[in-house]
């Protein structure tokens, strides 16, 4: 029998440290185990899912192609956080892709057996209902950046994001595994405004900026420039 000791990371998801123990490990008794090699496709934007994920060990990156053929990467999945849960409740085809960003190992709870899980236990309704939420807290926050606020503060804004949901903590400060080309999906910016941005705040001692790798110096300073 799977055990959270097992996998602690999942309750890093909204509601999940509150559940009982006996709740969550019937839900990881319905896991199964995926791995992917960086760049390999979990499904792609436009495909009908069966299963909602946890990504357990590396990242995965959900993003959307627009019909003029733009790139946006909308979020990085990692340190055991659910994604796919949209699928789950309109059963509809999902409206962005998810692949590996780096080698991943990924837990996936097929529809069918979580729905009975569910329905025997409504509680775990109001976590997942909270994990909607909050995704969808982040994409108003999204686009009401993109109307109102600059560059610079969206840029903060989501760099503090990626930190709290995936960053690890070293001796310099908080180090996100994330490429300049892919902030300026994040943004809709071209690769040289985040370089010359990053290299502004690297030269005020912010950040350090090295290859696919942002290390935060002063995380009060970016606090301070998103909220400006």
């Given at each position: 029998m799977a055990s959270i000791d097992d996998y602690p990371l999942l309750l890093n998801n909204p509601g999940f440290a509150d559940l009982?123990?006996?709740?969550?490990?019937?839900?990881?008794?319905?896991?199964?185990?995926?791995?992917?090699e960086p760049g390999q496709t979990l499904y792609s934007q436009g495909q009908r899912t069966t299963s909602v994920y946890a990504a357990m060990k590396g990242t995965m990156?959900?993003?959307?192609?627009?019909?003029?053929?733009?790139?946006?990467?909308l979020a990085y999945m990692s340190n055991g956080l659910l994604f796919g849960e949209s699928g789950f409740f309109d059963r509809l085809p999902m409206h962005h892709g998810a692949a590996a960003l780096t080698?991943?190992?990924?837990?996936?709870?097929?529809?069918?057996?979580?729905?009975?899980?569910?329905?025997?236990h409504p509680i775990l309704y109001k976590s997942m209902s909270l994990l909607l939420a909050r995704r969808t807290?982040?994409?108003?926050?999204?686009?009401?950046?993109?109307?109102?606020?600059?560059?610079?503060?969206?840029?903060?804004?989501r760099i503090l994001l990626l930190a709290s949901t995936y960053g690890v903590q070293q001796d310099e400060g908080v180090c996100l595994q994330v490429a300049q080309e892919e902030l300026g999906a994040m943004l809709g910016v071209t690769r040289q405004s985040i370089y010359k941005t990053l290299k502004r705040w690297e030269e005020e001692g912010w950040v350090k900026s090295e290859y696919g790798a942002l290390t935060l110096l002063s995380t009060e300073a970016i606090t301070a420039l998103s909220t400006a």
């Open positions: 009982d123990r006996e709740v969550v490990e019937q839900m990881l008794d319905l896991a199964q185990t995926i791995t992917l990156r959900l993003g959307l192609t627009t019909p003029e053929g733009r790139e946006f990467v080698e991943v190992e990924l837990l996936a709870f097929p529809f069918k057996s979580l729905q009975e899980l569910l329905d025997k807290r982040i994409v108003i926050e999204m686009l009401t950046g993109f109307s109102r606020d600059g560059f610079e503060r969206r840029l903060a804004k």
